[in-house]
């Protein structure tokens, strides 16, 4: 493990950014998107410079997503779906596991953080 894994998530961030660009918005959802993507930019950006507050935060994404939709589909979907639920819960807490391993080589950053 290197920290260019952990350079990679910040390009996967830049890049999901541009795919959710291509889809179209109404107006009112333009406010809410716009500060999403003022937050997955600074993370993408701190993960690039290997900061270890970015590394935090898309961990914590990363694992609040599939409890969130394991709490919502218990009871309410089949065993099929809940499997399906599963296994992507495992595939994004990968990444956190990834982090975790190459900790040292991150840093809290300099003055401001960045």
Do not use: H, Q
Request: overall charge positive; charged content about 10%.
């Amino acid at each position: 493990m290197s920290a260019a894994a952990i350079r990679a998530f910040g390009v996967i961030t830049f890049v999901l950014e541009a795919a959710i660009l291509l889809v179209r918005i109404s107006l009112r959802a333009v406010i809410s998107i716009s500060v999403f993507f003022f937050a997955a930019t600074l993370i993408g950006v701190g993960l690039l410079f290997l900061r270890k507050w970015a590394a935090i935060v898309f961990s914590l994404a990363l694992v609040a997503l599939p409890i969130w939709n394991t709490v919502d589909t218990l009871g309410k979907a089949p065993i099929a779906w809940n499997l399906m639920v599963l296994v992507s819960a495992i595939v994004l807490v990968m990444p956190v596991i990834i982090i975790i391993r190459c900790w040292s080589l991150l840093s809290w950053g300099g003055e401001w953080f960045l």
